[in-house]
């Protein structure tokens, strides 16, 4: 940024100061022709300084507007989304008019996303997520998905078609045989010192320690599981996922997980004790 040319003169005056062949340009006057030559230096300065800066501005602007964005920049564009805010004309930043912290941190309403390629289209798909009131992944409200999908049809680069994903978690359904510590785990899987059930405990951990639209190992969840005190072996009989149909809007068919998957929605959820939805409640047997 350039500096002002009294900056500038100020500069050129503490030059002089310290050099001892210029103390006899010592007159106070402020038409000194020595003051009146400081300050046509300081202004060519000031002039070259402002020109490297246009410049500069012109330069950032032309990439700006060329360059084709990453995936990257639209996973960031989708987190700085600020719910109840407008766009600043021709920006796709947003009018913040002096608004308190707080209102700003309310109004970021997406808290996860993640940006992929579609495999059989040319379009960007664009998976998002908010949060409940207990602070877990929940998608966002319709009418904010509304207010969303028209802010990312604003700022997206032109021609570059989007497909915005705010579903319900996909649902993981598991069935688990654990050889059990006896001294440590009762027939139930309930420690016998703490009375908490270590193995769903590992489960729900490892399930919040997957990254948004991370991938499910099946083996990496049974290493966090053979990790529990108590448990000395295991086998995973079955692992399944089941997912929003788009067009249904509803649930579709469960399908078996081989190795691994990443889920469609960009989380999962896993029923470890909801016996009123038996149709999702994984199944744990201790032996």
Known sequence: MARTIEEIQEELLQVKANESELNGLDSTSRTAIWRLWLYIVSFCAWTLERLFDIHRDELYTGLYELKPHTA????????????????????????????PIEVIESAQIVKYAAVVESEDQSRLIIKIAGENAEKELS?????EKE???????????AGVRLTIINYLPDLLKLDLTIKRDPLVLNENGVNILTGKEPVKDAIKAFMKELPFNGELSIQRLEEKILAVPGVLDLVSNNAQTAWIDAVANTYGQWEGV???????????AVNLD??????????????
């Open 147 to 157: 207010a969303f999908d028209f802010y990312m049809s604003e700022v997206r680069d």
């Open 258 to 268: 081989y190795m691994s998957q990443i889920p469609v929605s960009g989380y999962f």
């Open 274 to 287: 909801n016996e009123n939805e038996a149709e999702t409640l994984s199944q744990i047997t201790y032996v």
């Open 72 to 99: 990257r920049w639209y996973r960031n564009k989708a987190l700085a989304f600020l719910y109840g805010f407008d766009l600043m004309q021709d920006s796709d930043q947003f009018d913040l008019n002096n608004e």
């Open 139 to 143: 998608p966002i409200k319709p009418n």
